[in-house]
């Protein structure tokens, strides 16, 4: 069943339940209203007579109770009985008409064939109990009840079908724009995500949807576009060393060569596969980290990670006489997967390692702020090129720089297990020499309350 009968459904449903409770408290007052006018004045006249006849003869009872069968401004006829124990002592007007249902007690009462109104009033008439019978011919008021009846028997269905009817097009036109919405997400193909969706100049829940959706494709877009071009870079990118080694190894095999030189070859092609691997190898992590959306994490002691990678790279920097210093604040605890931080140091220091010149220095300093983290790697290079800053980040990307022995993936790296660990990545020049790159992290929540 379709939103559009649903909702026509549930409205009618609710609409049926109000016009009927409408329709029935309607006729309870009007009939309420019509018989109270013709019941008290009934009454008020039946009450006035029996107190006026009570104490006199029977002569004098008929004159009263014939004029009273002679008044028309309660109805169009009338008909006034006086009762004493078995006996009729008065009966005036019209005799054929119906006599009420119960006329031993005082009230009002309808005929027996319910077309006269009576008010029954008891009193004491010549030493005996009596009963005064005052009767309307009511027919103008059931007339008017019936007909009111009609009226909301034949109006309450109509009412209901008519908006029955005109719920089910606003349902219609209400459920349009959500059409046309999923009619155009439908175009829109796997291989082209440039369609957008229509937003239309109203802001309502629908344009806010398609607002939404506009973004997610956005997103998906700049994603679908995003693993295309690392796919045509990955492969650009293998495929240079790849085709180094496939002529590498063609030559050597299609001439004889001395042990010399067979020997570097071999020592070239090694060169070429171990930076397969290491490609490889940061291709998959890469891979691995964007997809993860958590990961384990523990307790850990930035400031002792610090010091233990700085002794793990010691053989890089002494190779070109680097001065390597951490300092900073004491211990700084954060919620981190030891082995992708690690990894995260350990990118950045050799980044560092690779374009700082010979007997260059390389600082780590770590800090403490906002309840964050704060560890920055200073070198003395060159720095970066004002150019290549915003996309330093980017895979495969190495700038205009000095060329050095890598994938361009390291940083991307970075910038993915930052992600991670809900921190942010920055890198920058310093205004004498060199740059700084400045990783950002939570700490946790223990140790940022006691600092705080």
Known sequence: MSIRLRLTLYWGSVLAVILVIAAVSVFVIFQRQQWAAVDA???????????????????????????????????????????????????????????PTDPGRGGIFDGQRRVYRFAVVPLVFDRQDAVLEDGV???QVRSSIAGLTAILSVVTPLLLIGC??????????????????????ARIQPG???????????????????????????????????????????????????????????VTLNRERG???????????????????????????LARLSEESFVERVALNLRALVNEVVEAVEPLTQAKNLSVTASGEGDLLVDGNPEHLRRLLVNLIDNAVKFTPQS???????????GRAIVRVCDSGPGIAQADLPFIFERFFRGGGPKTNGSGLGLSLCQEIVRLHHGEIV??????????????LPLRESAASVTA
Request: hydrophobic residues 45%.
């Open 164 to 185: 029955v009817v005109g719920g089910y097009w606003l349902a219609g036109r209400t459920l349009a724009p959500i059409i046309s919405v999923s009619t155009a997400l």
């Open 192 to 250: 082209d995500l440039r369609e957008r969706l229509p937003v239309g100049t109203a802001r309502d829940e629908i344009a806010r949807l398609a607002i939404s959706i506009n973004g997610l494709l956005d997103r998906l877009q700049t994603a679908s576009l995003t693993e295309r071009r690392f796919i045509s870079d990955a492969a650009h990118e293998l495929r240079t060393p790849l085709t180094v080694l496939r002529t590498g190894l063609e």
């Open 427 to 440: 890198a920058r020049n310093n205004p004498g020499q060199g740059c700084e790159f400045v990783v950002t």
């Open 137 to 139: 011919d009511a027919s």
């Open 41 to 99: 004045a009934l009454m008020e006249e039946a009450d006035t007579s029996a107190a006026a006849i009570a104490h006199l003869d029977e002569p004098a009872a008929a004159l009263i109770l014939r004029r009273l069968s002679a008044e028309r401004d309660i109805g169009p006829d009338r008909r006034v009985r006086l009762l004493a124990g078995d006996k009729v002592v008065a009966d005036f007007g019209n005799r054929n008409s119906d006599l």
């Open 360 to 370: 260059g220095t390389i600082a780590l300093t770590l800090e403490r702020s906002d």
């Open 259 to 285: 042990v010399r030189e067979q020997h570097e070859a071999l020592q070239s092609a090694l060169r070429e596969v171990v930076a397969l691997c290491t490609m490889a190898d940061e291709l998959l992590a």
